[in-house]
Structures are given as structure tokens and as C-alpha cells.
């Protein structure tokens, strides 16, 4: 059966009340749970950026959830670090804890003013970084000189259960890549045929593990204020091509914003008033074969989103499930 998790967007919402937000969450009916791990926001009206890996001893101490990020080693973490990071979770808190481990954005990762690299060798050097974290998961002393150098390096405090690392893509050539080393696979909803190419690229190449979706959604009590915020706090998000990952400043994704509609953003996220339309849009998303949905409410106020989607999506879900 498909599990329902929360998305946490530390782009949007201060880490003290994102707290908050994923308590809640739990307590509403949500299985589990993902966040972001961003420097900055996507734009100036989100207005937030708290240190995602404080945040998750946090919410993964005062919630049985379990827990992941996404999250870009090599350019702002060394992956060195990277991997102790990720050991001390999944030592502290055993099976509940996940990394997707991305290439990056350029609006994350300029901040160390070292080059911003073009995208093979961004993709190159996460390859790099994902074979030093999982040999250090191992327990074995690395020295790597590449994309990242790395002189001796080894972890002390290991999990018994090593943590899932899982292959964030949006694209189909990324799934397939990713495919070789991905202990799951997570992706962000796109048109249904677009999500079929992603699941299938991915298991043809010898993807294994779980299929994750993080859905974007906009829900109110009317369809004006639904669409009101989509509009407001995720219009940033919808740029196409590859001008999401080269853009440097939530001041330069404010000003390209500025050119989107709202019609791109409903091609992007999920708008509705309606209760029981969201219900059948996620339903039909868990057809294509996904195993963990991640709902993202595109909002700042989580609070009624919580309550509403806990007492009547959640439970119409997992009785169409129950039934099919």
C-alpha cells in the first residue's frame, strides 16, 4: 500500500515552527516524512533557509517518523562530512533516517565562491561523492584524489543498519544514471507520461528499491486563495529547462518569476479547493507505481492543510487502496 509522508520546505518555513509542522503532521495521520536542505530560498517571499540537519535530530528525537533529506554533496559539504552527518543519524535513530544525495543547485552551493561546475561534471563529481560516503558507511579509510579529494578519512561512530541512499532525478537520463548506485529512487510530479518514462528508466537500468514522489500542491478553503498561494509562494519553482540549477540568487529566480502564469503553475503543482479532487489526483499518482508519496503544501500556514488533508485525504486514499 502506498505510504503518505509530509514534505517540510525549509525554504518557506522557520525551523522552529517547521517543528511544529512535522509533530503535527505525525499526529494528524501522516506515515512519514522528507525536507529540503537549502542555503537559500527560491525567492524573497519565501523567506526562510534553516539548517535542515539540526532541524532533523530534532523532529527525528521528538517524532517516530521516518525521516530523510535531500541533500547535495561536494561543492557546500565535503563529503567526508557528508557521510558523518549521515552516520550519526541513522546511528542515533536506526531505519529511520534516508539521504537523496543530489548534484546541487547553483543557489545552494555558490556560496563557497568556488566555481559553480557545468552539469556532466556536477553529475561526475556526486558520483565521486556518493562512492568516498558509502565507503566510509563501510567503515573503511579513504583517501580519493578527484572531482573531491579526500586524505584518510574514516568514521568512528557507525549505524548497525546502514542508511538508504537514495537518487534524487527529474529527468529520464538522471533516473537511468542514477540507477547504478540508488538504493531508491525519489522524483517531484510532472505529467503522468513524463512520470512513466522516470519510473521506467530507472528500474530498466537496474533501479532497485522504492519509488518516492514529492507532490507540490495548493489547497484552501476556496479556489481563489488555492491559487493565490501557488501563485505567490511557488511561481520561482516552475521554471523549465535547465535555468533552475544556474541561477544563483532568490533575486534572480524573483525576477524570471516575474514572466511565469498561473498557468504554469498549475501545470506544476496541484490546485484545488476540493478535498476529494486532491484525493483523486494523488490516487491516480500512486497508480503509476509509486510507493511513498510526499505531500508538499505549497503554503506557509501549514496547519489547516494538515488538519484537512489528515481527516479526509489520508483516510480516502487508504480506503481506495484498501479496495483496489
Same mark, same amino acid.
Given at each position: 500500500m502506498? /505510504?503518505?509522508?509530509?514534505?517540510?520546505s525549509?525554504?518557506?518555513?522557520? &525551523?522552529?515552527?517547521?517543528?511544529?509542522?512535522?509533530?503535527?503532521?505525525?499526529?494528524?495521520?501522516?506515515?512519514?516524512?522528507? %525536507?529540503?536542505?537549502?542555503?537559500?530560498?527560491?525567492?524573497?517571499?519565501?523567506?526562510?533557509?534553516?539548517y535542515? $540537519?539540526?532541524?532533523l535530530?530534532?523532529?527525528? *528525537?521528538?517524532?517516530?517518523?521516518?525521516?530523510? %533529506?535531500?541533500?547535495?554533496?561536494?561543492? /557546500?559539504?565535503?563529503? *567526508?562530512?557528508?557521510?558523518?552527518? +549521515?552516520?550519526?543519524? @541513522?546511528?542515533?535513530? &536506526?531505519?529511520?533516517?534516508?539521504?537523496?544525495?543530489?548534484?546541487?543547485?547553483?543557489?545552494?552551493?555558490h556560496?563557497?565562491?568556488?566555481? $559553480?561546475p @557545468?552539469?556532466?561534471?556536477?553529475t561526475?563529481?556526486?558520483?565521486? %561523492?556518493?562512492?568516498?560516503? /558509502?565507503?566510509l558507511?563501510?567503515?573503511?579509510?579513504?583517501?580519493?584524489?578527484?572531482?573531491?579529494?579526500?586524505? /584518510?578519512?574514516?568514521?568512528w561512530?557507525? &549505524?548497525?543498519q546502514a &542508511?538508504?541512499?537514495?537518487?534524487?532525478?527529474?529527468?529520464?537520463?538522471? !533516473?537511468?544514471?542514477?540507477? @547504478? $548506485?540508488?538504493?531508491?529512487?525519489?522524483?517531484?510530479?510532472?505529467?503522468?507520461?513524463?512520470?512513466?518514462e522516470?519510473?521506467? @528508466?530507472?528500474?530498466?537500468?537496474?533501479?532497485?528499491?522504492r519509488?518516492?514522489?514529492?507532490?507540490?500542491?495548493?489547497?484552501?478553503?476556496?479556489e481563489?486563495?488555492?491559487?493565490k498561494? !501557488?501563485?505567490?509562494? $511557488?511561481?520561482?519553482?516552475?521554471?523549465g529547462?535547465?535555468?533552475?540549477?544556474?541561477?544563483?540568487?532568490p533575486?534572480?529566480?524573483?525576477?524570471v518569476?516575474?514572466?511565469?502564469?498561473?498557468?504554469?503553475?498549475?501545470?506544476?503543482?496541484?490546485?484545488s479547493?476540493?478535498?476529494?479532487?486532491?484525493?483523486?489526483?494523488?490516487?491516480?499518482?500512486?497508480?503509476?507505481?509509486?510507493?511513498?508519496l510526499?505531500?508538499?503544501?505549497v503554503?506557509q500556514?501549514?496547519?489547516a492543510f +494538515?488538519d484537512?488533508?489528515?481527516?479526509?485525504?489520508?483516510?480516502?486514499?487508504?480506503?481506495?487502496? *484498501?479496495?483496489?
Open positions: 502506498t /505510504r503518505i509522508g509530509f514534505h517540510a525549509h525554504e518557506q518555513v522557520s &525551523p522552529r515552527r517547521l517543528l511544529r509542522d512535522v509533530q503535527h503532521a505525525e499526529q494528524a495521520g501522516f506515515d512519514m516524512a522528507m %525536507c529540503s536542505d537549502h542555503f537559500a530560498p527560491w525567492s524573497a517571499r519565501q523567506g526562510h533557509s534553516g535542515t $540537519w539540526a532541524w535530530g530534532a523532529a527525528l *528525537a521528538t517524532t517516530d517518523l521516518d525521516l530523510g %533529506c535531500v541533500t547535495a554533496p561536494g561543492q /557546500r559539504y565535503h563529503p *567526508a562530512v557528508h557521510a558523518q552527518k +549521515i552516520a550519526t543519524l @541513522a546511528l542515533m535513530f &536506526p531505519g529511520r533516517f534516508w539521504a537523496a544525495l543530489g548534484s546541487g543547485e547553483a543557489l545552494n552551493e556560496v563557497t565562491g568556488e566555481r $559553480w @557545468a552539469k556532466e561534471e556536477r561526475r563529481r556526486l558520483e565521486e %561523492c556518493v562512492d568516498v560516503i /558509502r565507503r558507511l563501510d567503515g573503511q579509510e579513504v583517501s580519493h584524489d578527484g572531482l573531491v579529494r579526500v586524505d /584518510r578519512a574514516r568514521l561512530d557507525l &549505524p548497525e &542508511p538508504l541512499l537514495i537518487g534524487p532525478a527529474v529527468s529520464v537520463a538522471s !533516473a537511468a544514471r542514477v540507477a @547504478a $548506485w540508488a538504493d531508491g529512487l525519489v522524483t517531484i510530479n510532472q505529467p503522468a507520461d513524463t512520470l512513466r522516470v519510473v521506467a @528508466a530507472y528500474r530498466d537500468n537496474g533501479g532497485r528499491g519509488l518516492s514522489l514529492q507532490v507540490h500542491l495548493s489547497w484552501a478553503e476556496t481563489d486563495e488555492a491559487d498561494i !501557488a501563485f505567490e509562494q $511557488w511561481r520561482t519553482n516552475v521554471i529547462g535547465n535555468v533552475p540549477w544556474e541561477l544563483a540568487t533575486a534572480e529566480f524573483d525576477a518569476g516575474e514572466h511565469v502564469t498561473m498557468d504554469s503553475v498549475r501545470r506544476s503543482a496541484l490546485v479547493a476540493d478535498p476529494a479532487q486532491h484525493a483523486g489526483w494523488l490516487a491516480d499518482l500512486a497508480d503509476l507505481g509509486f510507493d511513498d510526499y505531500l508538499h503544501f503554503g500556514e501549514q496547519e +494538515i484537512k488533508f489528515g481527516a479526509s485525504v489520508l483516510p480516502e486514499l487508504r480506503e481506495e487502496k *484498501a479496495r483496489s
